[in-house]
Every structure is written in C-alpha cells, then in structure tokens.
C-alpha cells in the first residue's frame, strides 16, 4: 500500500509541475489584465479560482477601469 501512496504523490507531482507550465504559458491565456501601461496575460479560470473579486468581475462581463 505504501508504493501506492508514492505512487500518487508522483502523479501528483506530475500534475501540479504540468498545470503550472500551462499557467505561465501565455500561449494560452485568454485574458489580459492590465494597471496603468503595463499589461499581464493570464487566464481566466486561474484568476477566478484564486479571487472572488475576479471572478465575479469575470462572470458579470463587467469592464473595470
């Protein structure tokens, strides 16, 4: 049972290295957030899922300045 265990962690490991590229990816980013002139790709769904602020923003369609 313990090398199921390891096992896991290591599909785990596997999955967080994985979405963790796919977040710095700009390739895919869907959104763009931006402050003054600078200006930041990012995604969607990461940003929902990290803030409520953002997400509501996101769901409502909302533009903020």
Known sequence: QLRGIAHMRSIDSVAVH??????????F???????GDV???????VLAARC???RAL???GTRST
């Open 52 to 54: 409520g602020v953002l």
């Open 58 to 60: 996101l769901l409502g």
């Open 18 to 27: 994985n979405f963790a590229a796919l977040r710095d990816d700009a390739q």
């Open 29 to 35: 980013a869907d959104v763009v957030v931006q402050n």
């Open 39 to 45: 200006q930041v790709r990012a995604h969607r769904a």
